[in-house]
């Protein structure tokens, strides 16, 4: 079908449905029609609970009793800034009833949202509007208290239209944390692991509320970003689990303490009974971590408090370095290594005691943690020192006092000394550092730069004009003489162009030559060398061989020369033939001053030639 | 006459009056030194500030002064004039010792983005400075006139030296190429060192947006966006964040 052919389709198919939807009389018609027998009996709204907690939801259902009427806006909800909707769902219900012979369809609708307060207090809820063509029906106000915490700490609940078993739920999906025995001594770790369970199909999942806990140090050890899913028995039934977060921490006071739950906020799909509902709906509800509560006792007194670490667990100490030894004001890399339960961020720097005088620093302190039965924190201490006598050294760590949970009681510990050979000569005063290539200076920075007669300012070579400078001049240069050199050479290929080119220093060079055989007295050899050089010019400027310039061809060559006058022509051929005539008369009676004037008019002629050459371009005078 | 010396006359002038300036700067330099060396660090702090206040771009001058921030506590303006030092003297083993100590003790530990087998080349490219690039790109152009002026002159050698024609032709190329692309680039996205105690990075140019992360002094950025006064900067391990720019010092 062509374009065309589409195009009366299309408007014979909605022409007449255009014209019946703009003509005015069938529309007012079915209006009216539909105004007569349609209406809505009742609006209301209704909360399933006044007070909720802040961490809890609550259902708000908004009922609308209807007559003959087959599609329902939705309602309006009021500004709801205390609140966030989390779901929505729409359930129908309809009932069909005659009386005398007359058939009326009433129809309940329930829209029902889920809300999750967003902070503390009274709120008045409403009213909700609903608008049902020019008419508006509101619903009275609902009033509902949200206070702190969670007012239903058994499970998640389930909107009304889900037909959840919130206890099947919670046995379904829950947060299990275990505190362990729950006694612990003040400074003991307490691991704790946030894990996941679930029995069903999580569509998404966020953290509501990170547990804050008060009264601990707190070492995260993990957080999860994804789900990171196994397979787990609990309780004789198998999970899906995932672990969400571990912490250890750290009592720092004797007490009894309650940390905070762990909220999630979860959206599961849940099936219900209904046949139609084959592929469940979602269902989002908070989800919280179960109740810990953690008795800490207080440590027995110590008779040495300022001996005592803090350390509350085990505590383990060794020493070691990757070299046994060293010269003298080199540098050696002594390790501290520090293993324990307890809290290990309470020691720093515990120093070491050198048998021999030496200079040390602490480098660096790397931490590490080590997952185990117990959670093991491990501080590694680097220590750069410079032996400054030669002999056994000595480098020995301090003692440390923990509190031992499983015996009760506080015990010293410590470590074997280490023992390293030191070489070379004693350094005596304070000298410089001398450090290996690669090693980090130990004592610090390098000394200062030495003092300077003048102090020289380097800017940066962009910023100079030399840079430019130097570019733009070589380039010239190297410009310039490239482009000579291919004209050279260009000349140079081409042999009668180079003799018409030379032609004019070739003539005065031979012309030089007869002055200087004047200045000898030998005015016949000079007379030849000026007939040589006019002969040898018109040959040059010609392409001619000289010898081939003679008295019969003189004419004929004298107008093959580029830039040649009528009076220069005449000049020419007077010069060649003063020449002849005086070559071929007696020498003898040639004087000086005839050869010198003749020279005179050779030079005078060929420089007015070139200059007319010059400017004609170097071509012939027409 | 006259005129025949009068341009002399003005670049002995010149040259004389650059010589005294530099004899002064000296002094005040050596006068810094002075006060470093008894440990008084601020006062050798204003002297060898005011002689880069005075544009002196030198070496010795900015290893002095980063050793003088480093005693007060500077850290970032110590790494900050330590990268200036390497920045004219990227072989100089102090200015490298010394900066790689005091990057021991920065709080952030950045790891770069590309870890294995990219070491040796980060390593090549913190000594190719532009100064390098420059030096290498000027000994190669050279290398090309000269190579240039003796193909012209010698026809009868040009196939011998063709091949170091087309060598030093192309290094000398990639190198100006290499001389073009950094300068540009290095003005576009300036290299910076954080040189406030602690920044908050914002993930937008906004100060009550959301903090990203949180930066110390001494740590190296890339300068990628400017707007107004905030700048959106990178860090070695790749991540981005916003922060106002008088946070940091720039070495280009």
Known sequence: MTGTGKRILVALLFIPWALLFFTPAPRALAARALAASERIINVSASVDSGEIGILDTVTLSVSVETENISRLPKPRLPDMKAFTVLNESTQSQTSISIVNGKTSRTKTVVFTYVLQPTSEGSFLLGPVVFEHGSNRYSTDPVSITVKSGSRRRTGPSAPADLQVDPEKLAQDIFIRVDPGSGKIFEGEQLPLSYKLYSRLDIDSISLKQNPSFQGFYIEDLFNATKLDYQKEEYEGRVYTTSRIKEVVLFPLKPGRYTPEPLVLQARVIVTSDDVFDIFGRPYTFNLSSNDVEVEVAPLPPTPDLSSFSGIVGDLEVDITSPSRTVETGETVTVYLTLKSTGNINLINDPGLQLSHEGRIYLSDTIQEKTNGDKVWFVKKFEYTLIPRKSGKLTVASPDFTFFDTKTGQYVLTGTDPLFLTVMGEDIGGEKPIRSRKDAVSAGGISFIKRDVKILHGRPSPLSTPFYYLYHLVISVLLASFVVYRIRREKLEKNEGLLKMKRARRQALTLLTVAEEQLLKKRPGDALGTVHRAVVNYIGDKTGTRPQDVTAKTIDASIDGVPGITAPAKAELRSLFDACMLYRFSNAGSTNDAAVRELIQRSVDLIGSLERTSRQNGGKPDK | ?252
């Open chain 2, 1 to 252: 006459m006259m005129k025949r010396f009068i341009f002399p006359a003005l670049l002995m002038l010149l040259a004389a009056s650059q010589a005294a300036g530099s004899s002064d700067s000296a002094q005040l330099y050596n006068r810094a030194n002075d006060h470093y060396t008894k440990k008084e660090y601020h006062q050798a702090l204003d002297l060898y500030t005011e002689l880069i206040d005075r544009g002196i771009e030198n070496p010795l001058l900015y290893y002095n002064t980063a050793n003088g921030y480093y005693r007060i506590g500077r850290v970032g303006y110590a790494v900050l004039y330590y990268e200036k030092a390497l920045r004219i003297r990227p072989f100089d083993r102090e200015i490298r010792k010394n900066l790689r100590f005091v990057r021991s003790g920065l709080t952030d530990r950045i790891q770069p983005l590309y870890e294995n087998g990219f070491t040796l080349l980060r390593t090549f490219f913190s000594y190719m400075k532009l100064r390098i690039l420059i030096f290498l790109e000027i000994v190669f152009f050279t290398i090309f006139a000269g190579f240039l002026c003796l193909f012209s002159l010698f026809p009868v050698q040009r196939a011998r030296l063709r091949r170091g024609l087309t060598v030093s032709g192309i290094l000398f190329f990639v190198l100006l190429c290499g001389v073009i692309g950094s300068a540009v680039y290095s003005r576009i996205h300036p290299s910076g060192i954080i040189t406030a105690e602690e920044v908050d990075v914002k993930s937008s140019p906004i100060q009550e947006s959301e903090t990203v992360l949180t930066l110390h002094e001494g740590t190296r950025i890339r300068v990628v966006e400017k707007r107004g006064d905030w700048i959106l900067f990178s860090i070695a391990d790749g991540r981005e964040g916003w922060m106002v720019n008088t946070n940091a010092a720039f070495i280009d």
